[in-house]
């Protein structure tokens, strides 16, 4: 089947000529009304089960061709249909009286033409949606351009149509109307809930099925008769589809078609312009004319008919224009000519799908066109899973998912949690009850027309969606496992290599499988003994922003391993030692804390008693917002990653080009100015915009290094969201905010110096430290330890293991005490260790070691089976894993050892040298390969890369 493109070279054409303004006159007008405004959020969801150890992981790129999303392209029979930029969705036209074929039976019905389409697609693991007509102008070369049933013939008038050269038929003859009442309900009676079909399109009326036939319709003052069939009858049609189908997503071209019949019904919307301009002055078809859109654009349809948020239950289509598919993305995010802005058309339409047979050319690495097609639809991610380290008989596990995408998945696809065993194979399953489509886009763009900020302003939507059940392990035999997810496709049944839907993290695997974290099963033999509870914990220190809490230690009958601290029933630390420091607090106000211990059996304590603090007035303190909160939204591609030099061991990167990051229930008491302080690393000069103010970002000599930047930003009474974005260019990776009280005289006293460093014990590469604790009037919240004065780690403890050195040299370390408010204490006396000898012991260094340098997509992920509990993923196609600080003695030939994850074979550069990677089985087993590297002498960096293609994910090397 060809593109429709054709048919809109010839609207192209007549645009400019008898014709004048084309597409000014397509459909009904909108009726005058309100738009409906802000949605109310939905009802917040469960908390976490606190009984449950908190498994983080880690955010990554969402996959470009996760079903029922993206580009939808035409269906051609026998045509490779996944070439070209990938996609899960093929688009289908059909001419009515390719089914309705009987000239003297209007009842009889020839489906084998639909049944074609759906098997061939099904085959390339795709899913179609489809569109049947009536007049196709120029017809699509194997679809005719008259599709008129031939039983109409002498019971239903036609009339010709002499600007498309086609014919209509009478849409209200009650013969017809009945004719197609009947075909709708034996068209869902046969397809609805069918898995090989994503999405419908009501088509039948009008031009291509577009319930348009411009220029015979409502505006007669043309002298052209109206062809459109009255609204009344246009609703029977309407209301047909509604109740033919009740599971399968129908979709109608627009919001005021049949005069708004589809609005109170559960019909999605259909651009099949989306985003382009036209006329003169250029006037846009989707966006509304608060955003110089067109009186007739797409979207202010919905505005005047107050349905602008109907994608919260029903599904958002259309077809970006032919004439713009080409270049449409040369111009991402803010448009140019003819191409309006496409991120708000996308954000503000929630469109989840399009047709672009253009997308056919598109390099499958572009950039643009990928942030795109992520923004589209759902873009879901696990941000923690919850469940016992340590579990036998019926235990529980939880997830919480996000949605950074602009629209709900809309179907009820079951999820199921599984164990993979250490060969990667899934041992045991269980179905559960959750319901995917509960979970809402974290936030959504507002309209101008909503009078609620200046545009682009983004309001908290939906939320970190908790689900738990409960599963019974009596089956499963003792032995070390990983939890996984995934979501059944229910195209899977009709064939096994239907896309996978995945989430947008690092532990994603092409199975389908999500890798949720480690677990050993029990068979009730093991340690089920908790740790005794925690004593004596009090607060030690209060600042305007920040508590200090300090606690006895707990005993355990093996070992305790760490502590959870709760702020009321939240979670807000796991600390190793007994104390911490909870920050980023409103001023004034009085906070509960329970703390609990662990081992490493995942046994926990009953929670100590409660201690209760209140934070200081605010006397012109600063309250700290972490980048990398859960509280915070992230959108596009923004993403979390380690960062070893940061305040929080994070930060998030990949902001600007479209992806943003809003910083959300910033308190701004009773409102007014506020200093905003933000901290930031960039290797080079970057720009963004701060809540719609231009903020230039120096270089801060490199992707580790912190720097700041003061902006004075308005703040509303109450909470308010901070917004860092970049519409046409890359913003710096973000640290933290923080935000000034009102008032003068926050803390400025810096901790004591530390003292008493010493080395308890060394080997041939690591320098085990210890020192002193310093003293601060709030309290110390943790140490940094330097190396030749540079940094290479935090502790909150009194000790610290450097790790990676080079045998028989010597290092000078200094450490330094910080508290909440940021003051650095001077540096303790320094220490001077020599490692042991090297011997021939290689030396070990992490993939996830905060001194590496990651680019591009690379990220730490967690892993059960790596020697650190980590590795480096999404490594390639661009993106590097750098080992800095390697080191190479006095010089020469050294055997690299890379320890690597790969569940099939893949290459690397290693120092621009090609190393080929066998599969290890899946992507929980490591495998290991050598390389033969001239390191020069003293320190060295290897890099590991792929220019065109993927590598393996990275455990660590070894380097003898």
């Known amino acids: 089947m060809k593109s429709r493109s054709r048919g809109r070279t010839v609207l192209a054409a007549l645009a400019t000529a008898a014709l004048g303004a084309a597409l000014t006159l397509v459909g009904p007008a909108g009726a005058s009304a309100a738009p409906a405004g802000p949605p109310s959020r939905p009802a917040a969801p469960a908390s976490p089960d606190p009984s449950l150890q908190v498994h983080a992981l880690s955010a990554a790129p969402g996959p470009v061709d996760n079903p029922l999303k993206g580009w939808a392209r035409f269906y051609s029979p026998g045509g490779d249909q996944n070439n070209g930029f990938p996609h899960s969705l093929t688009w289908g036209y059909f001419g009515l009286s390719e089914i309705m074929t009987s000239a003297s039976n209007c009842g009889s019905y020839n489906w084998s033409i639909i049944d074609s389409m759906l098997a061939e697609t099904a085959g390339y693991g795709n899913q179609a949606a489809i569109r049947i007509y009536m007049t196709y102008p120029g017809g699509t070369g194997s679809h005719p351009a008259n599709a008129i049933p031939p039983c109409f013939n002498g019971n239903v008038a036609t009339r010709a149509d002499a600007t498309w050269n086609v014919t ?268 995917l489509r509960t979970v809402q886009p974290l936030s959504i763009r507002a309209f101008p027309d909503w009078n609620v900020g200046s545009d682009p302003t983004y309001r908290s939507f939906g939320y970190p969606q908790y689900f738990q059940t409960s599963v019974s392990l009596s089956a499963v035999p003792q032995g070390s496992y990983q939890w996984v997810l995934r979501v059944k496709n229910p195209l899977e049944t009709v064939d096994a290599d239907a896309k996978k839907l995945r989430f947008a993290n690092t532990t994603q695997n092409a199975d389908g ?133 940061c305040s929080g061991g994070s930060k998030v990167g990949y902001l600007g080009n479209g992806a943003s990051m809003a910083f959300n229930n910033v308190a701004g008491g009773t409102g007014g100015s506020r200093t905003v302080t933000i901290y930031y690393l960039t290797a080079e000069a970057r720009t963004a915009v701060v809540n719609g103010q231009t903020v230039d970002f120096a270089s801060t000599g490199s992707w580790t290094t912190v720097g700041s930047t003061a902006v004075t930003l308005n703040l509303a009474a109450g909470s308010n969201t901070i917004t860092i974005a970049n519409p046409s260019g890359w913003a710096p990776d973000i640290d933290r905010i923080t935000v000034s009280t009102a008032g003068g005289g926050g803390d400025t006293t810096a901790p004591s110096a530390p003292t008493g460093l010493a080395s308890p014990s060394k080997t041939a590469n690591s320098v085990t430290l210890s020192w002193s604790g310093s003293t601060d009037n ?167 890369a792929n220019p065109s293609g993927w590598a393996p994910d990275i455990d660590r090397i070894t380097v003898g």
């Not at 004596?536 to 005993?555: D, H, K, N, R």
């Not at 609990?596 to 309250?623: E, F, H, L, Q």
């Not at 340098?853 to 590097?880: D, F, M």
């Not at 087993?925 to 060295?940: D, K």
Request: charged residues 10%; glycine residues 14%; proline residues 4%.
């Open 168 to 435: 209509h038929p009478d849409y209200d003859s009650p013969f017809l109307i009945n004719a197609l009442k009947n075909f709708i309900a034996a068209f869902g009676a046969r397809y609805d809930g069918d898995s090989r079909l994503g999405f419908i399109h009501l088509g039948l009326v009008g031009l291509w099925g577009e319930w348009h036939t411009w220029p015979y319709d409502t505006d007669t003052a043309d002298g052209l008769p109206n062809y459109m069939p009255t609204d009344a009858n246009g609703a029977q049609l309407v209301a047909a589809f509604d109740t033919a189908f009740n599971t399968t997503k129908v979709e109608i071209r627009y919001a005021d078609a049949a005069g708004g019949a589809a609005n109170s019904r559960d019909i999605g919307y259909h651009d099949d312009s989306f985003c382009f301009r036209e006329g003169s002055p250029l006037q846009g078809v989707t966006l509304p004319t608060s955003l110089g859109g067109a009186s007739y654009a797409h979207l202010q349809r919905n505005i005047a008919t107050g349905t602008e948020n109907k994608w919260i239950s029903s599904s958002i289509g259309g077809e970006l224009r032919p004439e713009i598919q080409t270049f449409a993305f040369q111009s991402w995010p803010n448009g140019s000519g003819t191409v309006d802005n496409l991120k708000a058309c996308i954000e503000l339409a929630h469109a989840s799908w399009m047709i672009n047979e253009g997308s056919a050319a598109y390099s499958p690495t572009d950039a643009n066109v990928s942030a795109a097609v992520r923004a589209m639809g759902y873009n879901l991610s696990v941000n923690n899973s919850y469940f016992k380290d340590t579990a036998s008989g019926t235990t529980n596990v939880g997830v919480q998912i996000s949605n950074t995408g602009v629209a709900p998945f809309y179907y009820p696809w079951t999820m199921t949690l599984g164990l993979k065993n250490s060969s990667g194979a899934v041992v045991q399953t269980w179905d559960t009850p959750w319901d």
């Open 513 to 645: 499988w999500l890798g949720l974290g480690a677990v050993t099963v029990g068979t009730g033999g093991g340690d089920t003994t908790a740790p005794s509870v925690p004593t004596g914990i009090t607060s030690t220190g209060q600042t305007s922003s920040s508590i200090s809490l300090s606690w006895s230690a707990s005993t355990d009958n093996v070992g305790v391993t760490g502590y959870e601290v709760f702020r009321g029933a939240t979670l807000v630390g796991s600390p190793t030692g007994t104390t911490f420091t909870d920050t980023g607090l409103a001023a004034s106000t009085s906070y509960s804390y329970t703390v609990k211990a662990r081992d490493a059996a995942g046994n926990r304590s009953a929670a100590s008693s409660t201690v209760t603090a209140s934070t200081s007035a605010g006397g012109g303190g600063a309250v700290t917002h972490e980048a990398e909160a859960s509280g915070n939204t992230l959108s596009g591609g923004a993403l979390t990653a380690s960062c070893g030099t």
């Open 778 to 944: 709030v309290g110390v919240t943790g140490y940094q330890i330097l190396r030749g004065g540079s940094p290479v780690g935090t502790s909150t403890s009194t000790g610290f293991t450097d790790t990676g050195l080079a045998a028989s040299t010597a290092y000078t370390y200094t450490v330094k005490a910080y508290d909440a408010a940021g003051n650095y204490s001077a540096a303790s006396s320094p220490l001077t260790v020599t490692t042991n000898a090297g011997g021939t012991t290689p030396v070990s260094y992490e993939a996830e070691s905060s001194g590496n340098t990651r680019t591009g997509t690379a990220a730490v992920a967690s892993c059960a089976a790596c020697s650190g509990g980590s590795k480096v993923g999404y490594v390639g196609s661009g993106a590097t894993l750098s080992f800095n600080n390697v080191a190479g003695g006095t010089g020469g030939a050294r055997t690299v050892t890379i320890h690597y994850l790969s569940a099939v074979a893949r290459s690397a550069t290693v120092n621009g040298q090609t190393v080929n990677f066998a599969p290890t089985a899946n992507w929980d087993t490591v495998g290991t390969v050598t390389v033969t590297l001239n390191l020069a002498a003293g320190n060295n960096t290897i890099t590991v």
